[in-house]
């Protein structure tokens, strides 16, 4: 069965920085890109970041590149997102997802981690 | 690239035909994803590539479309998909989401 958790979230003060990681089990993670999505509270999904399967390849959304950067340990099946910087726009619930390749979509998802930029 | 949903919400009853539409404001071939999600839940996919149902999806959705307009449609409403439903696009990054359809009861 595949497994994402997520986790490192919580509260910073604007300027502030925090890592994300998502922890995946059931699948040959280092087959597979990962990306990050976002929900802000009561809004839509928006598209963070993704990294190819070996981690030379990263993509990044305008608003967080510079910023944010995606990682990868595939020793550990761990994907990381370290923030930096952080503004109350970044106040959202943070998912970790697997990519179908291509990506042609994100077949599996986390349950989330919320992160809170706020003084 | 840009997506647009329509409508942002619907109201439908159990056993309804519902399609939900989702525009780009470029070509992007078939690049095209759907996901459902509940109140309090994660996104799920429901079709990739347009019109590829992903495994265990009630075979009541179906996906089409290619260019700039594409469709989900749900043949018979059922209580457990009232939810919110969006579109992605995977052919370019960086990779987008419309604004999502909310179908209630």
């Known amino acids: 069965e595949v497994q994402l958790v997520e986790s490192g979230g919580g509260l910073v003060q604007p300027g502030g920085s925090l890592r994300l990681s998502c922890t995946a089990s059931?699948?040959?993670?280092?087959?597979?890109?990962m990306s990050w999505v976002r929900q802000a509270p009561g809004k839509g999904l928006e598209w963070v970041s993704t990294i190819s399967l070996s981690g030379g390849n990263t993509y990044y959304t305008d608003s967080v590149r510079g910023r944010f950067t995606i990682s990868r340990d595939n020793s550990k099946s761990t994907m990381y997102l370290q923030m930096n910087s952080l503004r109350g726009e970044d106040t959202a619930i943070y998912y970790c997802?697997?990519?179908?390749?291509?990506?042609?979509?994100?077949?599996?998802w986390g349950q989330g981690t919320l992160v809170t930029v706020s003084s | 690239i840009q997506l647009t949903q329509s409508p942002s919400s619907l109201s439908a009853s159990v056993g309804d035909r519902v399609t939900i539409t989702c525009r780009a404001s470029?070509?992007?071939?078939?690049?095209l994803a759907w996901y459902q999600q509940r109140p309090g839940k994660a996104p799920k996919l429901l079709i990739y590539a347009a019109s590829t149902l992903q495994s265990e999806v009630p075979s009541r959705f179906s996906g089409s479309g290619s260019g700039t307009d594409f469709a989900l449609t749900i043949s018979s409403l059922q209580p457990e998909d009232f939810a919110t439903y969006y579109c992605q696009q995977v052919n370019h990054y960086p990779l987008t989401f419309g604004g999502g359809t909310k179908v209630e009861i």
């Open positions: 997802a697997k990519n179908i390749p291509g990506p042609l979509g994100l077949d599996y």
């Open positions: 059931g699948f040959s993670f280092n087959s597979y890109g």
């Open positions: 470029q070509g992007i071939s078939s690049y």
